[in-house]
């Protein structure tokens, strides 16, 4: 069984750093992409971060770039997405994500999120 747990939201202000941590399980990031997403509220769900399967190829939205890193520690079985110089428009709930492709199908997992507020 795919699972994934988020930690690390807080509240911080503004310029200041977060890492937030992303335990998984049920699956090898061999065969699964895995990422962040965040959703503000009033707000579309927006994509954050991913690194492709085996290789691991990292993605940015252009609002994180160069502010954000995406990273996974197959010995801990853990996502990371550390956040520098945050602004008060990265407030959101912080989603994990984890997603398969089997026979031209694709299959997508969520943790529960955490939030992340960011004062001015």
């Known amino acids: 069984e795919v699972q994934l747990v988020e930690s690390g939201g807080a509240l911080v202000q503004a310029g200041g750093s977060l890492r937030l941590s992303c335990a998984t399980s049920g699956f090898s990031y061999d065969d699964y992409a895995v990422g962040w997403f965040r959703q503000a509220p009033g707000k579309e769900r927006e994509g954050v971060a991913c690194?492709?399967?085996?290789?691991?190829?990292?993605y940015y939205a252009d609002s994180v770039k160069g502010r954000f890193t995406i990273s996974r520690d197959k010995a801990k079985n853990t996502v990371y997405l550390q956040m520098n110089s945050l602004k008060p428009e990265d407030t959101a709930v912080y989603y994990c994500?984890?997603?398969?492709?089997?026979?031209?199908?694709?299959?997508?997992?969520w943790g529960q999120g955490t939030q992340v507020t960011v004062s001015s």
């Open positions: 690194i492709s399967s085996g290789h691991g190829d990292t």
């Open positions: 994500y984890a997603e398969v492709v089997i026979m031209s199908r694709t299959y997508a997992y």
